[in-house]
């Protein structure tokens, strides 16, 4: 499993993946120039756009890399001569996860260094009124990481069971985006403003709340833009929450991959 | 223990629209440990399907398979198999050697072992020059090097492979014929599919043919020839002894200077006794046989019409 | 290959044809269509997913851009156009449900509510608002402080904001401003010491330049003060006009608004001006509800 983690990492530097991100990175420079368009928050506005944009970085790279790698096993036929090693398809799958999700923790890093280095040049120019935790920075780009090496996840169960591309990128995306909302749809079903709606649809949406991924506890970018205190319990609830909801995700896609046939 | 074994194994595929396609009836085969074993079929016969179950790319509908004794579902029945697919690609963004290498740790290897395993296997198919460039830029004949040289590089007791000829040049296949007499040699079992009789001729033990998904035919190599003699070709010096005396057997050709005659097998005993009696001056004998390829030919198409 | 070249020149002449107009109709678009249309705030944070801070922020640049490029016009102009401050309000308060913690929402917003639209209930309301979330922040209850003192002339109101603003920033200026409020004197001073802290610390050249306006106004405005308060002294009696300051010789250079109304005495002696401290504020007078105007 390690060699494939090696070999997955390998293809994915090959394929000039990396040297694609440094250019999309490149949008760092303008940063603090459209950050010094703030009146107030100058250094609050560089940490926002540099959230955002790793964020953004993280899943374009997230749906394509994780919509397609195994797609592209097969589509290429690679799997014929690599299932054809003495290798589990569980281990093909849980190396192939693993190195787009530690693909995705590098770019995240090297982002994140980029990021500092921005918000420490805006903040030197314009001081700002609150102090900057950096603490919170990591955790949040931390957080925004694991959040995508779920998203990837589910692209590789989705991959799983499809044989084109489409189902798993199209399929990605339309969970990042529900798994993003799951949470504010639920509180809406439990307001009373939702007095009108059939309790058959307010218990379908309960339902799928507790199915489909809550995305929403990732994010601490409020956290770590105005530098509020971060709350510990709810982080080890999350983190606890990610490896649970990653461990069945790919379990359920290893009993799949096992089963599928390579024709 | 056989090398190789399946036991009615079957595969149907469901198309769309549930279109099945019987693409393997009932298979039951074994091959032995040190056996060379060609599997022929024409186009779409099952040969491909066959070697994805036994590696278990495929399940089987019904029916098992096994390598070493080992049921093919478990990974760990594929330690002992070196597999060339059909038309492999490989990462291709990896050079040959890195390919290469990353086949052996699957295998455990150690690390010395690997480093001279790798070269070995790299200069025996030619891949030398060009083991450092990535393999996208490798012609189709590279490529299937490639493949024979991961199935080499951890030399195991199986080798599965199919159609390790195509695609590749005179040399090359002469070169593959050359590596599986030589591993036959070293008592390694080697099942490969072709469709190319000369080379089943040339290097197998035995051979199985395989139309429509059914196992038409499975015999040694050496009884199909010895079953295919269908007379001796003999000539006479003209003139000399008592042609008269082999009248009863019609002259093919005849010249100012040779009589030829073909005696089919049942009459040669009789032939040779009035060849004694006359002092007919024997010049030249020959058996005539049909080859693998008109046998081939003939099974598939007694196979059509069944 | 000819036909190519031949193509690609045909296609970039027509371009650098085109590119002016479409330049310019663009640049000349009104604000409703520059904004584009802004889909409702519960419609957004759906969209935005996990970058609601980015959204809000983009609404606010939106909204600082579209001014930045009003006032550029109005320098070239006679006559100034007035900004859409409705909308400008509306997008603001868009742009804290996204993200109740953006500082520059809030401090936009003070800064065009309350003397250019007049909406100090709106105003106070949104910096309420921002409280609950900036609760280290000394700015905001500063701003509603000033809000409630001098526009509402809720001095107790005021006095309680003042005194959470020094005890956040634990400033003593902070402390004694809670004091000053209040009494009603000396309000043209306090503000004159607002605004000058504002400009002061103002870096969007659109938004200090407004503060420098309303400084110079007001500066004006406490001249004006100045020499009537002299004029009454020495000669013990109240001035008629502000023009019989300027002959009596206690006001040179005469004043100039700014904002391009006549300066003017009230007839309890207070100043006053015809634009009301704002642009357009001569032309539509309705919008005087309940303001003091005037100065004393
Ligand atoms: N994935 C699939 N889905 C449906 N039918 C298939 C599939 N793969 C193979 N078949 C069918 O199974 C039959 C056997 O195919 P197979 O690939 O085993 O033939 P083959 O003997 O290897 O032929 P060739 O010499 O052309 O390689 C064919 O009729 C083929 O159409
Ligand atoms: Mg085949």
Not at chain 3, 86 to 96: D, N, Q, T
Not at chain 3, 272 to 280: H, N, P, Y
């Amino acid at each position: 499993m390690k060699t494939i983690v090696a070999i997955t990492l390998k293809g994915i530097f090959r394929d000039k993946v990396f040297q694609g991100i440094m250019v999309t990175a490149l949008m760092f420079l303008f940063i603090p120039i459209f950050a010094s368009l703030s009146m107030r928050q100058v250094t609050e506005l560089t940490i926002t756009l540099s959230l955002s944009l790793i964020s953004f970085i993280l899943l374009l790279l997230s749906v394509f890399l994780g919509g397609t790698s195994l797609w592209k096993d097969i589509e290429r036929r690679y799997t014929f001569s690599v299932l054809g090693l003495p290798l589990s398809r569980r281990s093909y799958l849980l190396g192939r996860f693993g190195g787009t999700a530690l693909f995705v923790i590098i770019a995240a890093s090297v982002l994140g260094i980029a990021a500092f280095c921005v918000v420490a040049y805006s903040s030197s120019i314009y001081p700002s009124d609150r102090p900057i935790v950096w603490g919170s920075m990591i955790l949040c780009i931390l957080f925004d990481a694991l959040k995508y090496i779920l998203l990837i996840a589910f692209a590789f169960l989705l991959s799983t069971v499809s044989t084109s591309f489409f189902l798993p990128v199209f399929g990605t995306i339309a969970m990042f985006v529900t798994g993003g909302v799951t949470q504010q749809v639920y509180e809406y079903i439990h307001s009373p403003a939702s007095k009108t709606l059939s309790p058959f649809l307010k218990q379908t949406a309960t339902a799928l709340y507790y199915i489909i991924p809550n995305f929403g506890a990732f994010d601490l970018k409020l956290y770590a833009i105005y530098g509020l205190p971060l709350p510990a319990n709810g982080l080890l609830m999350t983190s606890a929450y990610f490896v649970v909801y990653v461990g069945l995700l790919l379990s359920v896609s290893s009993s799949i991959f096992t089963r599928r046939e390579m024709r | 223990m056989n090398a190789i074994e399946t036991v009615s194994l079957s595969k149907q595929f469901t198309g769309k629209k549930r279109a099945r396609v019987e693409a393997l009836k009932q298979l039951d085969l074994q091959v032995a440990p040190g056996e060379v074993f060609g599997f022929l079929g024409p186009n779409g016969a099952g040969k491909s399907t066959t070697i994805k179950l036994i590696m278990g790319l495929l399940r089987p509908t019904s029916g098992s398979a096994s390598i070493m004794g080992m049921d093919v579902a478990q990974a760990a029945s594929r330690r002992v198999v070196g597999f060339l697919p059909e038309n492999p690609a490989f990462y291709d963004y990896l050079s040959a050697e890195e390919y290469i290498r990353f086949v052996g740790s699957q295998f455990n290897m150690d690390a010395s072992l690997l480093n001279r395993r790798t070269e070995e296997v790299l200069k025996r198919l030619d891949l030398w020059e060009a083991r450092k460039r990535q393999m996208r830029g490798y012609s189709k004949g590279m490529v299937q090097r490639v493949g024979l040289a991961q199935t080499l590089v951890h030399d195991p007791e199986v080798y599965i492979l199919d159609e390790p000829m195509s695609g590749l040049d005179p040399i090359g296949r002469a070169l593959v014929k050359e590596i599986i007499l030589d591993l036959k040699k070293r008592g390694k079992c080697v099942f490969f599919s072709t469709h190319i009789t000369d080379d089943v001729e040339k290097v197998c033990d035995r051979v199985g043919v395989i139309v429509q998904g059914q196992l038409r035919a499975l015999d040694s190599v050496e009884n199909i020839m010895r079953s295919g003699i269908e007379g001796y070709l003999v000539q006479t010096r003209q003139h000399v002894g008592n042609q008269a005396a082999l009248q009863e057997f019609k002259a093919i050709r005849s010249n100012e200077q040779f009589v030829e005659y073909l005696v089919p097998v049942a009459q040669f005993q009789e032939f040779m006794a009035l060849v004694g009696e006359s002092s007919v001056e024997i010049t030249l004998l020959e058996t005539k046989r049909r080859d693998l390829e008109a046998f081939f030919l003939d099974i598939v198409e007694n196979g059509k019409s069944a | 290959m000819v036909k190519t070249v031949f193509a690609t020149l045909a296609c970039l002449v027509l371009y650098g044809i085109l590119i002016v107009p479409f330049t310019e109709y663009l640049h000349n678009r009104p604000f409703d269509e520059k904004m584009g249309y802004i889909p409702s705030v519960t419609a957004l944070r759906i969209v935005a997913a996990d970058h609601k801070e980015l959204v809000a922020a983009s609404l606010v640049s939106k909204v600082l851009m579209y001014f930045g490029g009003l006032s550029v016009k109005n320098e070239n102009d006679i006559l100034p156009i007035l900004p859409d401050y409705k909308r400008m309000s509306g997008i603001l308060h868009g742009a804290v449900k996204l993200d109740p913690y953006n500082m520059d929402a809030y401090y936009f917003a003070q800064s065009f509510l309350t003397w250019d639209v007049k909406q100090y209930k709106l105003a106070n309301d949104l910096l309420d608002y921002g409280m609950k979330y900036r609760t280290w922040d000394w700015m905001l209850p500063f701003f509603a402080g000033f809000n409630s003192a001098y526009f509402m002339k809720d001095y107790p109101k005021a006095a309680e904001y003042y005194k959470r603003a020094g005890e956040l920033s634990g400033s003593e200026l902070h402390f004694s401003l809670a004091g000053r409020y209040m009494q009603e004197s000396g309000q043209t001073e306090l503000a004159i010491s607002y605004l000058s802290a504002m400009e002061k610390g103002e870096r969007n050249p659109a938004v200090k330049k407004n503060y420098q306006i309303r400084l110079s106004a007001f500066k004006e405005a406490h001249r004006i003060e100045l020499a009537r308060d002299k004029y009454r002294q020495e000669r013990k009696a109240e001035p008629a006009t502000v023009e019989q300051l300027v002959r009596a010789g206690y006001l040179t250079p005469a004043p100039v608004d700014p904002y391009g109304g006549t300066f003017y005495l009230t007839p309890d002696g207070k100043v006053a001006t015809t634009s009301k401290f704002a642009f357009g504020g001569k032309k539509d007078n309705s919008q005087n509800d309940g303001e003091s105007h005037e100065r004393n």
